[in-house]
């Protein structure tokens, strides 16, 4: 396959730039489309977009550099003036971007972790894509085998060797597959406990567990420390996985959601993590096939694991009392308004005639009404039961008024009008009649009353009701 796209003069332009430039563009527009779906701005990808890339491209030339046992010899302006050349480290691209969205949430005054989860998910993609362009280069070869669905032919030696970025691709494509179903799942859903930022997270600490597999069946990869042995993307992703994890069991401890269990899970972890380097000795000694079985099993059971103690951090803790009013009172700050608490005052009787009643307080807003009218009515019917003896007493006292016989009608004498002698006065004002003189006398009034005899009787009765 033909690996440059278009010659001009001394400049060329390959088919894999094409694509991953191209990728990048696509990821740029996922990452808006995402940043629209939390309803932000879309300005802030853009901004990390323009502060990214030349970040991206610095940092990872500076991690392909100081991998190269000849830096020395080429001197440190290599980093920039062999870019023509090629040779750049992806976890530096990352560290670029991430540096970048730090900025923008700075600058914005957004959420990182919004900011971080879009473009997380937009990275998986590109570099899905990234892997399989690799075709075009050659470079991310294994080790030479039987032709197979897995294998290329390299047309320098003739021999077919291991593809290692179909297998990376597909890989890299199920983390993009499994990050954007959690993007949608948890900023799709209404008062969702997912914690933003954990599809970044996600996403680094899986694809951390892909590349230590990954770069065990590559041949040519960059290394640290001056050695073949111990190479830089196994390193530096089985340390970030690591911090991902404590990050999350920092939450389980602050959510009271740590268990016992999880002391099997974190032995399970050193566990494989020790056969997996155990297998990568093995590799060392040409046991190539079956050592990376086991280390990709090692590493499928650990992302597994992972994922469950992310879904219990991110779950609501049970059984929590709520805090007393005392303590929610002193949260408070003083600019938010209290709640006024209104009440009512209702009156029940406590069993005796002669006390008076007591003020009972209830809440304003308390609908119990009915309750409220049955028990205050409750004790009056108690103690007052009905008497029939006593109503055809009262009934023979209204017989004996209706029977009684009127007074007399009086009329009040009319008190005559007293006038006093004014002087003469030669232009004399307005006569105003006095009010006496104004008003006419009022009619009499009928009442009647009850004679002497009637009262004494009615007053007898009386006495003897209340002595008995």
Known sequence: MNRTALIYESLSLDWFGIVVAAACLVGLCVACLLRKFQKGSVNEILTVFCIG?????ILSRVQYCTSRMDLGELGIGYIFTGMRDGGYGLYGAM?????????????????????ADCVAVAGAGIITVGRFATRFTMDSLGFAMAPNAFTVRNDADGLDYLAVFYLDGIVESVIFVICLGLFFFCYGRKNSSFTKGNVALIFLMLHGLNQVVMDSLRTVTLCLFDNDFIKASQIIGIVSWLVIIIVFVCRLVKKQLFKKGFFGIFAAFAVLIIVAVRMEYRVGNSNYISAHIVMGICMVIMAILSMIIVAISDSKPKNITPPDDDSASEDRTADE???????????????????????VEKPYDEPELDDDFDYSYEPISVQQPYDSELEDDFDYMYQEIGRAEPAQPFITPAQPEQTYPMPAIENPPMQIPSPAASQQPSAPQEQHRISNDTLDDLRRQFSEMDGQ
């Open 95 to 115: 560290a670029g971007i991430l540096a970048a969205a730090l900025l923008t949430a700075l600058l914005f005054k957004a959420s990182l972790g919004e900011i």
């Open 337 to 359: 308004p209290q709640e006024q608490n209104f009440s009512a005052t209702s009156y029940t009787f406590d069993g005796s005639n002669e006390q008076a009643p007591k003020a």
């Open 53 to 57: 890339t030349p970040l991206a491209m």
